[in-house]
C-alpha cells in the first residue's frame, strides 16, 4: 500500500524549532512534489507548504518564512522545519502527492487536499508553554 508515514510530531513550547518527517511507503517519493497539509479541529484540512521534485519550496500565504521544507530522496523521507514555533502551528500534519501523473512532480497553487493521494495518519502538534 502507498502512504506516508509522518513522525516528529508531540509537545513544543513557543519559541522552539520543530522538526517533522514524512516518509514514504510503497511508493518513490523522489518522483513527486511533496505536499504538506495542516488540520485544526473544526477546520478544514489547509495545505500550507510543498517541495517540488527539485527542492524549490513554496508556502501557503498563511505560512511565514519560517518554515523551510528539504528533501532526502536516498532516505524517501521530506523534513519540515518549523523555527520560532507559534501557537497557530498547532494540529495534524499530514503529507501526500498529486494524483495526476503529468502534474506530480510540480507543486499547486493553491495547495488543496482535493486530487491527492497516499496520505498517512498524521502527526500532531501541540504548543504550549
Known amino acids: 500500500q502507498e502512504q506516508f508515514v509522518e513522525s516528529g510530531g508531540g509537545l513544543v513550547q513557543p519559541g522552539e524549532t520543530l522538526r517533522l518527517s514524512c516518509s514514504a511507503s510503497g511508493f518513490t517519493l523522489a518522483n513527486y512534489a511533496i505536499n504538506w497539509f495542516r488540520q485544526t479541529p473544526g477546520k478544514e484540512r489547509e495545505g500550507v507548504a510543498c517541495i517540488d521534485v527539485d527542492g524549490g519550496n513554496s508556502h501557503a500565504d498563511s505560512v511565514t518564512n519560517r518554515w523551510t521544507i528539504s528533501r532526502e530522496n536516498r532516505r524517501n523521507t521530506v523534513t519540515l522545519r518549523i523555527y520560532d514555533v507559534k501557537p497557530d502551528d498547532a494540529g495534524v500534519y499530514y503529507c501526500?502527492?498529486?494524483?495526476?501523473?503529468?502534474?506530480?512532480?510540480?507543486?499547486?497553487?493553491?495547495?488543496?487536499?482535493?486530487?491527492?493521494?497516499?496520505w498517512g495518519k498524521g502527526t500532531l502538534v501541540t504548543v504550549s508553554s
Open positions: 501526500a502527492v498529486r494524483r495526476e501523473t503529468a502534474d506530480q512532480g510540480v507543486c499547486p497553487n493553491p495547495i488543496l487536499p482535493n486530487g491527492m493521494k497516499n
